[in-house]
């Protein structure tokens, strides 16, 4: 079965630094993979997915991830970080099997400090 | 424009009452998906629909039920059986196909009083 695993469930970065949050999958055939974002007492919102086309995926608000199939890794990364990134991110794999059912990460909590 | 839509945005229940909280969406998807949110705990699937007139069971899906009658509308009702029912509750969308992603909506938070 597949799953998902996030490596560090709070993360703070200075202003202006590099944000990489780590994803991990298990699945036993080529996955879909996702990130999303949600904002406090919001929805979650999609920033980027995979599916299997370039394994590098950029999204929104300068958002990207690599899709590394030999470390079975979708880390996200933005190069410098802003204030309103601040929110909770979730890593999604799709479960493959007959149905669309999402497998979700615990989410990593985003602070950014000025 | 289209999308999905939650109701009420909070919600108070005392104990012992059943309550429904709504979600209906306009994206003409045929899945629909009802999450549960809590503190450190990520998003639990409580119960999910494929198609009309049918559903099934998520991993926690106890004192929880649910309808499918229209395509646009899956309503959750927690019931008193449901001993912990306070939480941020999200409904989720997605056409066919596992590429699709899902589409969520903004949520309800239910608070027991």
């Known amino acids: 079965a597949q799953s998902v695993t996030q490596l560090g469930s709070h993360v703070s970065v200075s202003e202006g630094a590099l944000v990489l949050l780590r994803c991990n999958y298990s699945s036993s055939v080529p996955p879909y993979l996702f990130w999303y974002v949600q904002y406090p007492n919001q929805g979650l919102q999609l920033l980027l997915k995979y599916t299997s086309a370039a394994t590098l995926v950029k999204g929104i608000n300068g958002f990207e991830a690599e899709f590394k199939k030999s470390e079975t890794s979708f880390h996200l990364t933005k190069p410098s970080a802003h204030m309103s990134d601040a929110a909770e991110y979730f890593c999604?794999?799709?479960?493959?099997?007959?149905?669309?059912?999402?497998?979700f990460g615990t989410g990593t909590l985003l602070a950014v400090q000025p | 424009d289209g999308g999905i839509t939650q109701s009420p945005k909070y919600l108070f229940r005392k104990e012992g009452q059943n309550v429904t909280l709504s979600c209906e969406q306009n994206?003409?998807?045929?899945?629909m998906y009802w999450y549960r949110q809590d503190p450190g705990q990520g998003l639990r699937l409580i119960y999910y629909?494929?198609?009309?007139?049918?559903?099934q069971k998520g991993d926690i899906a106890e004192g929880y039920s649910v309808s499918r009658e229209k395509k646009e509308s899956f309503p959750l009702t927690v019931t008193s059986a449901q001993k912990n029912p306070t939480a941020f509750y999200l409904c989720a969308s997605s056409s066919t196909g596992t590429a699709s992603g899902y589409t969520f909506g903004s949520g309800t938070r239910l608070t027991v009083v």
């Open positions: 999604a794999v799709s479960d493959n099997g007959a149905t669309n059912k999402l497998i």
């Open positions: 994206l003409n998807h045929d899945a």
């Open positions: 629909s494929q198609i009309v007139n049918d559903f």
